[in-house]
Nanobody, 121 residues
Framework: QVQLVESGGGLVQAGDSLRLSCAASGSIFSINRMGWYRQAPGKQRELVAV???????NYAESVKGRFTISRDNAKNTVLLQMNSLKPEDTAVYYC???????????????WGQGTQVTVSS
């Protein structure tokens, strides 16, 4: 009932930039947290960046200073600005949101389908 729609992935060269976008829709009472994770072939899914409703951020050490997460609360959208991309950033990037659907509901995690980011050297 909650859908996360991602966009912005693609093929770029090292040093280029991309902006990922994720819009949440459906039965949403509140969104406590939105963020991005990524998974490269042969590796576990890892946190890239998370933004809470209170404005707190958390970044993976490997992306600090290069990636910036932001949120448009009115549109239930989270953005990930990725600058100075490196080949090691190549992965499938997944949008994640912690959503309360109704007043009687607890918090549940929802995931997007994933969008491929490929950085060539």
């Amino acid at each position: 009932q909650v859908q996360l729609v991602e966009s912005g992935g693609g093929l770029v060269q090292a040093g280029d930039s991309l902006r990922l976008s994720c819009a949440a829709s459906g039965s949403i009472f509140s969104i406590n947290r939105m963020g991005w994770y990524r998974q490269a072939p042969g590796k576990q899914r890892e946190l890239v960046a998370v933004l809470t409703s209170g404005g707190r951020t958390n970044y993976a050490e490997s992306v600090k200073g290069r990636f910036t997460i932001s949120r448009d609360n009115a549109k239930n959208t989270v953005l990930l600005q990725m600058n100075s991309l490196k080949p090691e950033d190549t992965a499938v990037y997944y949008c994640n949101a912690a959503v309360v659907t109704t007043l009687l509901s607890g918090e549940n995690d929802y995931w997007g389908q994933g969008t491929q980011v490929t950085v060539s050297s």
